[in-house]
């Protein structure tokens, strides 16, 4: 392996680690939500947020910044060379152009984590972004229809998520003995079914939001977690994703270690 290559994959399972942290600390915020029947919840910009106030918080949320970077590098890369062997078939493509996608939103995330760096984070956050999103496509030619097909395609997402948490298909990703899966594939089954419910309830309020015509119905990842919240039983619920996102942010750790990078 040349140490080009070599680099990227370093730069990649630095990228599963940050995107791990965010996810174990959304979790954990929102368990402590749950647990203590308020607080506030967090998407994965508050996540960044509680970084800087931590104990040597400024190095960690730059060695954060890098990750993110490198994740969003990696999964550019996993979309346009086909790391995975996803294929070119429409069972290849959706997959391949979420990961594009992703990218995007993880450079976001990245720059997020550099404006707090340089005490210069906007303010509102993950919520009023999904709302300027969601108030600038309804604001172009068929604006209803691009904010229901992103909730259709958001809602796809989700399903594909409900599926890896069903098969445990990521296990072909990592190179561990049965011994190391045992426990890495029932956090990433727990993962991924916690964020099909998020994902599912952010489409349904796309949707909501296209019909209405109201970007104000737009939520993000937080706003995901408070509607579950807010509804009967939720309580339980939303303790359960909790639970599921802290087990994400766990399994993104071991992903970094044990998944295999294609470069």
Do not use: N
Request: contains cysteine; glycine residues 16%.
């Amino acid at each position: 392996m040349t140490a080009k290559r070599k680099g990227l994959e370093w730069l990649a399972r630095l990228g599963y680690a940050a995107r791990g942290l965010v996810s174990l600390l959304v979790g954990l915020i929102a368990l402590l939500a749950a647990t203590s029947g308020g607080g506030e919840v967090a998407g994965s910009k508050g996540a960044l947020q509680a970084i800087p106030s931590q104990p040597w918080g400024g190095a960690l949320l730059l060695v954060v910044a890098l990750g993110l970077f490198g994740f969003a590098l990696w999964r550019a890369i996993q979309s346009l060379t086909d790391a995975d062997g996803l294929g070119t078939g429409w069972r290849g493509l959706g997959p391949r152009i979420g990961q594009l996608v992703s990218a995007i939103i993880y450079v976001g995330l990245g720059l997020f984590a550099l404006d707090l760096l340089l005490g210069s984070a906007p303010r509102g956050g993950e919520e009023q972004a999904a709302r300027d999103w969601t108030r600038w496509l309804l604001a172009q030619p068929f604006g209803r229809w691009l904010v229901a097909g992103a909730g259709i395609a958001v809602l796809g997402a989700g399903l594909g998520m409900a599926a890896k948490a069903w098969t445990a298909s990521f296990r072909r990703h990592l190179v561990c003995g049965p011994g190391t899966a045992g426990w890495v594939v029932p956090l990433g089954r727990a993962g991924y079914a916690a964020r099909a419910v998020v994902f599912v309830i952010i489409s349904a309020f796309l949707v909501i939001a296209a019909v209405q015509a109201d970007p104000s119905e737009a939520r993000g990842l937080g706003g995901a977690l408070l509607a579950l919240q807010e509804q009967p039983f939720g309580r339980v619920a939303f303790g359960l994703v909790a639970l599921g996102l802290a087990a994400f942010g766990a399994f993104q750790f071991a992903e970094a270690r044990y998944r295999r990078i294609a470069t």
